[in-house]
């Protein structure tokens, strides 16, 4: 069973508002640090990100997918290294904020991917494809900002073709605990420090820390996907335990 953490990343929101849905902040959240977020990217991870979305791409290599869904695409960086790396037939992105998209459009066109590439605003709570449509849908860093996860999985789930995979990038705690006091000084204090001068919403960088931190990890996980319908469930730990990578086959 999942313990009471499967709930309690839902209980986190971007602004602390009881009154507005966590998708919605989310998505003024995004909004608001769009032009920012790359750069905060690389910034919060020293660059690591760019290796990790690389060796969660590896895992589906095994299954050659010709059609990938990009849940929470975000500004399409995973969406293009899929690209890259797998030349699918053709590959979709949905997001719940315009402004990243309005970067992951900018991107694609700019590197001349707009026929492989195409991105949609909508919610992963009710997507908008139809049953087993995909080979393999991905998330990167995106599912800890679900209003109700166990919906996500259940919808990712129900548009993946039998056979495919889900793979999840999300970032996670380490266990050492010298590792966590370093870890707890980064992400609780100079990450909201450096996100306000970029960005100007403090508030957003506070956020991922308190995300993180409340988000199911390691086997926790892994049974929101079985729970789901999803088979051959497992988990890697990435950089000290501060990343993992999920995969499950449907």
């Not at 313990?3 to 998708?23: C, F, L, M, S, W």
């Not at 979709?92 to 195409?118: F, H, N, P, Y």
Request: charged letters at 25%; hydrophobic letters at 40%.
């Amino acid at each position: 069973m999942i313990n009471d953490n499967g709930n309690r990343v839902e209980q986190v929101t971007p602004y602390g508002i009881t009154d507005t849905a966590k998708t919605e902040q989310v998505r003024q959240m995004f909004d608001a640090i769009a032009p920012a977020y790359d750069f905060m990217n690389r910034a919060m991870t020293l660059g690591i990100d760019v290796w990790w979305r690389k060796l969660a791409v590896k895992r589906l290599k095994r299954i050659r997918p010709a059609a990938i869904l990009d849940v929470a695409t975000g500004t399409g960086d995973f969406a293009i290294q899929l690209n890259k790396s797998l030349s699918p037939q053709h590959i979709t992105g949905i997001d719940l904020s315009q402004g990243m998209l309005d970067e992951a459009r900018r991107k694609v066109k700019d590197k001349g991917l707009e026929e492989k590439i195409t991105f949609v605003k909508g919610d992963c709570m009710a997507l908008p494809m139809a049953d087993g449509t995909f080979d393999a849908v991905t998330v990167a860093f995106g599912v800890r900002n679900f209003e109700h996860l166990q919906q996500g999985y259940k919808e990712m789930a129900r548009v993946l073709k039998p056979g495919g995979m889900l793979c999840v990038l999300e970032l996670s705690t380490p266990g050492n605990p010298l590792i966590r006091w370093f870890y707890d000084l980064y992400a609780l204090h100079i990450i909201p420090a450096i996100g306000a001068m970029k960005s100007g919403d403090k508030t957003a960088y506070r956020y991922l820390p308190e995300s993180i931190a409340a988000v199911p990890q390691g086997d926790d996980m892994l049974q929101l996907m079985r729970n789901a319908g999803l088979r051959d469930t497992t988990f890697k730990c990435l950089t000290l335990g501060v990343c993992t990578i999920y995969t499950a086959v449907k």
